[in-house]
């Protein structure tokens, strides 16, 4: 067995001579920016029912994603990024199901039928992974070239309906520019 000594390619490139700098969010320092929101479960929402939580810029890189939910009787909701529906850059206005760019990017199947304790939700699903979150968003996501504007990010209902609702839900994204 071997004593390894692996080095990031964030370190590799401070120890570099001269020192490369990493860029603020893709390994170097970068300010944080916060930004939350929450909705109130309707009773009887049905599968593909949508709650837009958050709106993010396109090119920012998420750091965390924390969410919660209060006792929704019954309900399982999908964590995702959808277009923003504010009109700009031939954007719709409506939230449609072509507004979504992956309807579970950042978590699946999140039952909500009990409270739900803030829960990092950031790779619930498997999709958006470490090297990806030093990645602009709309590259992680895999589009192939950055749409300007914003996202917003969606919990939309998924296999079980809300039965009783009423309860809060949110969520509270954590970015760099």
Not at 55 to 73: D, H, M, T, W, Y
Not at 84 to 94: F, I, Q, S, Y
Not at 144 to 153: A, E, K, V
Not at 155 to 177: F, H, P, Q, S
Request: charged share 15%; proline share 3%; hydrophobic share 40%.
């Amino acid at each position: 067995m071997a004593v390894d000594h692996v080095k990031s390619s964030f370190i590799t490139n401070a120890d570099a001579s001269p020192a490369v700098a990493n860029t603020a969010g893709e390994g170097g320092p970068g300010v944080l920016k916060s930004v939350e929101g929450s909705a109130v479960a309707i009773a009887s929402s049905s599968a593909d029912a949508t709650y837009q939580l958050v709106r993010i810029p396109s090119n920012c890189k998420v750091k965390s994603l924390l969410f919660e939910s209060a006792a929704q009787g019954a309900g399982k909701f999908d964590l995702g990024l959808y277009y923003a529906t504010d009109g700009e850059g031939g954007k719709p206005t409506a939230l449609l199901a072509a507004a979504a760019i992956d309807q579970d990017f950042f978590a699946a199947v999140i039952d909500c039928a009990s409270a739900v304790a803030i829960t990092e939700a950031v790779n619930q699903s498997g999709s958006y992974t470490i090297d990806e979150r030093t990645q602009p968003i709309w590259q992680a996501v895999g589009l192939t070239s950055d749409p300007g504007g914003y996202f917003d990010i969606v919990a939309t209902v998924k296999t079980t309906a809300v039965t009783t609702g009423t309860g809060r839900l949110g969520v509270r994204c954590t970015y760099t520019d």
